[in-house]
T-cell receptor
Framework: GESVGLHLPTLSVQEGDNSIINCAYS??????FIWYKQESGKGPQFIID?????DKRQGQRVTVLLNKTVKHLSLQIAATQPGDSAVYFC????????????FGTGTRLTIIP | GAVVSQHPSWVICKSGTSVKIECRSL??????MFWYRQFPKQSLMLMAT?????????EQGVEKDKFLINHASLTLSTLTVTSAHPEDSSFYIC?????????????FGPGTRLLVL
Protein backbone atom coordinates (compact mmCIF):
# COMPACT_ATOMS: atom_id res chain seq x y z
CA GLY A 1 0.00 0.00 0.00
CA GLU A 2 0.94 3.64 -0.03
CA SER A 3 3.44 4.67 2.59
CA VAL A 4 5.37 7.62 3.82
CA GLY A 5 8.84 6.81 5.04
CA LEU A 6 11.92 8.46 6.44
CA HIS A 7 15.47 7.66 5.46
CA LEU A 8 17.08 8.05 8.89
CA PRO A 9 15.55 7.14 12.21
CA THR A 10 18.03 9.22 14.28
CA LEU A 11 20.05 12.33 13.67
CA SER A 12 22.51 14.11 15.97
CA VAL A 13 23.56 17.65 15.20
CA GLN A 14 25.86 20.05 16.98
CA GLU A 15 24.11 23.07 18.44
CA GLY A 16 24.24 25.96 16.02
CA ASP A 17 24.63 23.75 12.98
CA ASN A 18 21.95 23.21 10.38
CA SER A 19 20.00 19.96 10.18
CA ILE A 20 18.19 18.28 7.33
CA ILE A 21 15.52 15.65 7.84
CA ASN A 22 14.34 13.71 4.83
CA CYS A 23 11.10 12.00 3.95
CA ALA A 24 10.01 9.89 1.00
CA TYR A 25 6.41 9.37 0.04
CA SER A 26 4.86 7.02 -2.45
CA UNK A 27 1.33 8.30 -2.99
CA UNK A 28 1.41 10.20 -6.26
CA UNK A 29 -1.96 11.73 -5.38
CA UNK A 30 -0.55 13.50 -2.32
CA UNK A 31 -0.83 17.22 -2.70
CA UNK A 32 -0.35 18.59 0.78
CA PHE A 33 2.55 17.92 3.10
CA ILE A 34 3.17 18.84 6.69
CA TRP A 35 6.06 18.60 9.10
CA TYR A 36 5.31 18.02 12.75
CA LYS A 37 7.52 18.14 15.82
CA GLN A 38 6.71 15.86 18.73
CA GLU A 39 8.35 16.21 22.09
CA SER A 40 8.31 13.36 24.54
CA GLY A 41 4.87 12.72 25.98
CA LYS A 42 3.19 15.43 23.92
CA GLY A 43 1.06 15.66 20.83
CA PRO A 44 2.45 16.67 17.44
CA GLN A 45 3.10 20.34 16.92
CA PHE A 46 2.71 21.90 13.48
CA ILE A 47 5.95 23.26 12.07
CA ILE A 48 5.44 24.05 8.42
CA ASP A 49 3.42 22.88 5.45
CA UNK A 50 3.67 22.96 1.69
CA UNK A 51 1.28 22.35 -1.16
CA UNK A 52 2.21 20.43 -4.26
CA UNK A 53 2.16 23.54 -6.44
CA UNK A 54 5.24 24.78 -4.58
CA ASP A 55 8.73 23.35 -4.24
CA LYS A 56 10.00 25.45 -1.37
CA ARG A 57 8.54 27.24 1.60
CA GLN A 58 10.32 29.05 4.38
CA GLY A 59 9.40 29.79 7.94
CA GLN A 60 11.31 31.00 10.93
CA ARG A 61 14.54 28.96 10.89
CA VAL A 62 12.79 26.19 8.94
CA THR A 63 12.55 25.46 5.26
CA VAL A 64 10.60 22.70 3.57
CA LEU A 65 11.61 21.47 0.14
CA LEU A 66 9.38 19.35 -2.05
CA ASN A 67 10.56 17.35 -5.04
CA LYS A 68 7.52 15.85 -6.66
CA THR A 69 9.54 14.16 -9.37
CA VAL A 70 11.20 11.80 -6.90
CA LYS A 71 8.49 12.08 -4.24
CA HIS A 72 10.83 13.51 -1.66
CA LEU A 73 10.31 16.01 1.12
CA SER A 74 12.87 17.56 3.41
CA LEU A 75 12.89 19.80 6.47
CA GLN A 76 15.83 22.07 7.06
CA ILE A 77 16.33 23.60 10.47
CA ALA A 78 18.87 26.40 10.61
CA ALA A 79 21.04 27.26 13.60
CA THR A 80 19.72 24.42 15.70
CA GLN A 81 19.00 24.95 19.37
CA PRO A 82 18.62 22.47 22.26
CA GLY A 83 14.87 23.01 22.09
CA ASP A 84 14.84 21.55 18.61
CA SER A 85 15.54 18.09 20.05
CA ALA A 86 12.43 16.06 19.32
CA VAL A 87 10.97 13.53 16.92
CA TYR A 88 10.00 14.98 13.58
CA PHE A 89 7.30 13.47 11.41
CA CYS A 90 6.33 14.22 7.87
CA UNK A 91 2.71 13.70 6.95
CA UNK A 92 0.89 13.79 3.67
CA UNK A 93 -2.64 13.94 2.46
CA UNK A 94 -4.55 14.36 -0.74
CA UNK A 95 -7.26 16.80 -1.77
CA UNK A 96 -5.51 19.59 0.11
CA UNK A 97 -6.09 18.06 3.50
CA UNK A 98 -9.63 16.93 3.09
CA UNK A 99 -8.38 13.38 3.15
CA UNK A 100 -6.82 11.71 6.15
CA UNK A 101 -3.22 12.32 7.11
CA UNK A 102 -0.64 9.60 6.68
CA PHE A 103 2.37 9.94 8.95
CA GLY A 104 5.92 8.88 8.25
CA THR A 105 7.94 6.80 10.66
CA GLY A 106 9.66 9.74 12.35
CA THR A 107 13.23 10.93 12.87
CA ARG A 108 14.63 11.62 16.30
CA LEU A 109 16.74 14.76 16.21
CA THR A 110 19.19 15.28 19.04
CA ILE A 111 20.98 18.58 19.40
CA ILE A 112 24.37 18.21 21.02
CA PRO A 113 25.26 21.20 23.23
CA GLY B 1 -5.92 30.12 19.23
CA ALA B 2 -6.77 26.66 17.87
CA VAL B 3 -6.25 24.72 21.07
CA VAL B 4 -7.26 21.11 21.45
CA SER B 5 -7.40 19.52 24.88
CA GLN B 6 -7.64 15.93 26.00
CA HIS B 7 -8.79 14.51 29.28
CA PRO B 8 -7.43 12.70 31.09
CA SER B 9 -3.77 13.22 30.26
CA TRP B 10 -2.98 9.79 31.65
CA VAL B 11 -4.96 6.89 33.05
CA ILE B 12 -4.19 3.55 34.63
CA CYS B 13 -6.91 0.94 34.69
CA LYS B 14 -7.43 -2.73 35.39
CA SER B 15 -7.82 -5.22 32.58
CA GLY B 16 -11.44 -5.63 31.59
CA THR B 17 -12.57 -2.13 32.50
CA SER B 18 -13.58 0.63 30.11
CA VAL B 19 -11.89 3.97 29.77
CA LYS B 20 -13.29 7.14 28.21
CA ILE B 21 -11.03 9.78 26.70
CA GLU B 22 -12.34 13.23 25.81
CA CYS B 23 -11.12 15.47 23.02
CA ARG B 24 -12.24 19.09 22.99
CA SER B 25 -11.60 21.96 20.64
CA LEU B 26 -11.46 24.89 23.03
CA UNK B 27 -11.70 27.93 20.79
CA UNK B 28 -13.06 26.66 17.51
CA UNK B 29 -15.69 24.36 16.14
CA UNK B 30 -14.52 21.18 14.49
CA UNK B 31 -16.37 19.43 11.72
CA UNK B 32 -14.07 16.48 11.94
CA MET B 33 -11.98 14.96 14.68
CA PHE B 34 -9.46 12.21 14.27
CA TRP B 35 -8.23 9.62 16.75
CA TYR B 36 -4.71 8.25 16.54
CA ARG B 37 -2.80 5.66 18.50
CA GLN B 38 0.94 5.77 19.00
CA PHE B 39 3.00 2.95 20.44
CA PRO B 40 6.46 3.70 21.92
CA LYS B 41 9.00 4.81 19.34
CA GLN B 42 6.48 4.46 16.56
CA SER B 43 4.53 6.80 14.39
CA LEU B 44 0.93 7.91 14.74
CA MET B 45 -1.56 5.47 13.31
CA LEU B 46 -5.01 6.74 12.45
CA MET B 47 -7.72 4.75 14.18
CA ALA B 48 -10.86 6.53 13.08
CA THR B 49 -12.36 9.68 11.65
CA UNK B 50 -15.19 11.22 13.58
CA UNK B 51 -17.74 13.62 12.12
CA UNK B 52 -20.22 15.48 14.27
CA UNK B 53 -23.61 13.87 14.27
CA UNK B 54 -22.65 10.80 12.26
CA UNK B 55 -20.99 7.46 12.77
CA UNK B 56 -17.24 7.33 12.87
CA UNK B 57 -15.25 5.81 10.04
CA UNK B 58 -12.77 3.26 11.30
CA GLU B 59 -9.49 2.30 9.69
CA GLN B 60 -8.88 -1.25 8.63
CA GLY B 61 -8.03 -3.47 11.56
CA VAL B 62 -9.55 -1.19 14.22
CA GLU B 63 -12.47 -2.80 16.04
CA LYS B 64 -15.38 -0.40 16.15
CA ASP B 65 -17.05 -2.30 18.98
CA LYS B 66 -13.93 -2.03 21.09
CA PHE B 67 -13.09 1.59 20.38
CA LEU B 68 -16.37 3.46 20.64
CA ILE B 69 -16.35 6.97 19.28
CA ASN B 70 -19.00 9.57 19.95
CA HIS B 71 -18.94 13.02 18.37
CA ALA B 72 -21.95 14.69 19.94
CA SER B 73 -21.03 18.29 19.32
CA LEU B 74 -18.76 20.45 17.21
CA THR B 75 -16.34 20.78 20.12
CA LEU B 76 -16.30 17.34 21.72
CA SER B 77 -15.44 13.83 20.65
CA THR B 78 -14.97 10.90 22.99
CA LEU B 79 -13.13 7.63 22.56
CA THR B 80 -14.10 4.77 24.86
CA VAL B 81 -11.80 1.80 25.07
CA THR B 82 -14.09 -1.02 26.13
CA SER B 83 -12.88 -4.05 28.06
CA ALA B 84 -9.35 -2.76 27.96
CA HIS B 85 -6.45 -5.22 27.91
CA PRO B 86 -2.72 -4.68 28.39
CA GLU B 87 -2.16 -4.62 24.62
CA ASP B 88 -4.39 -1.53 24.47
CA SER B 89 -1.81 0.38 26.49
CA SER B 90 -0.71 3.20 24.25
CA PHE B 91 -0.64 6.93 23.69
CA TYR B 92 -3.95 8.11 22.24
CA ILE B 93 -3.96 11.41 20.40
CA CYS B 94 -6.84 13.30 18.86
CA UNK B 95 -6.84 16.07 16.31
CA UNK B 96 -9.53 18.45 15.15
CA UNK B 97 -10.18 20.07 11.80
CA UNK B 98 -11.79 23.51 12.04
CA UNK B 99 -15.20 24.23 10.62
CA UNK B 100 -13.98 27.53 9.24
CA UNK B 101 -10.70 28.73 7.89
CA UNK B 102 -7.98 26.53 6.43
CA UNK B 103 -9.73 23.22 5.94
CA UNK B 104 -6.51 21.32 5.54
CA UNK B 105 -5.31 22.13 9.03
CA UNK B 106 -5.53 19.66 11.85
CA UNK B 107 -4.77 20.74 15.39
CA PHE B 108 -3.54 18.05 17.72
CA GLY B 109 -4.29 17.45 21.34
CA PRO B 110 -1.60 16.73 23.94
CA GLY B 111 -2.40 13.01 24.03
CA THR B 112 -3.64 10.59 26.67
CA ARG B 113 -1.41 7.87 27.95
CA LEU B 114 -3.29 4.69 28.81
CA LEU B 115 -1.78 1.90 30.87
CA VAL B 116 -3.83 -1.23 31.31
CA LEU B 117 -2.67 -3.52 34.10
Amino acid sequence: GESVGLHLPTLSVQEGDNSIINCAYSNSASDYFIWYKQESGKGPQFIIDIRSNMDKRQGQRVTVLLNKTVKHLSLQIAATQPGDSAVYFCAETANFGNEKLTFGTGTRLTIIP
Amino acid sequence: GAVVSQHPSWVICKSGTSVKIECRSLDFQATTMFWYRQFPKQSLMLMATSNEGSKATYEQGVEKDKFLINHASLTLSTLTVTSAHPEDSSFYICSARPLAGAQETQYFGPGTRLLVL
